[in-house]
């Protein structure tokens, strides 16, 4: 399943070509073009964590319509060679849950990421880094932020391990509060708080 047709109808907000892996690009999420390739990917078992395991097609449309509404989050279908490869969502951490278990500075900006399952062929070496590394330029190169943090579910031992292996410093592990509001519902969750540098993304 490819979206094509939906990437050449969206401008790209950021572009990437990686030697050896080939040309990623971040297209703003359409809750509707991108709904089959989306509610497929957070009903899955290994995106429990993202909360949305049984919403049905309505529900997930209706999430991420409402978020396109928004000034502080934003959603992007990541395509590799016209592929979709992984699901990365931005936001203003003073504006999000997390921004209340940590001290927000200036130049912060937090981020989800849900990559694509495994084809056929199985896990792909290099892929998780590759991609990470492109989201890593749009927020920090791209965006001119200074520093990204990630939320993942303390008990998310292998993202927050792909968080550590990309140059991820671990922060401190928090309780994000339960958000219960007419457009969307989070749970209580104990998250490992992780951050990545301008400095510490470029090798400096």
Known sequence: MTTEPNAVAREAVHEQVLDGFGTVQLLPLDPEADLDVVHAWVSEERASFWGMNGMTRQ?????????ATLDTHHAFLAVKDGEPVALLRTYEPEADRVGECYAVEPGDMGVHV????????????GWTSALLTVFASYVLTGLHRQRIVVDPDERNEKAIARFLRQGFEAGPVVVLPEVDLPDVYLPEKRAQLAFLTLRAASGN
């Open 59 to 67: 529900q997930v449309a209706g999430i991420y319509a409402h978020m």
């Open 114 to 125: 849900l990559l694509a399952p495994p084809g056929s062929a199985g896990p792909r070496a």
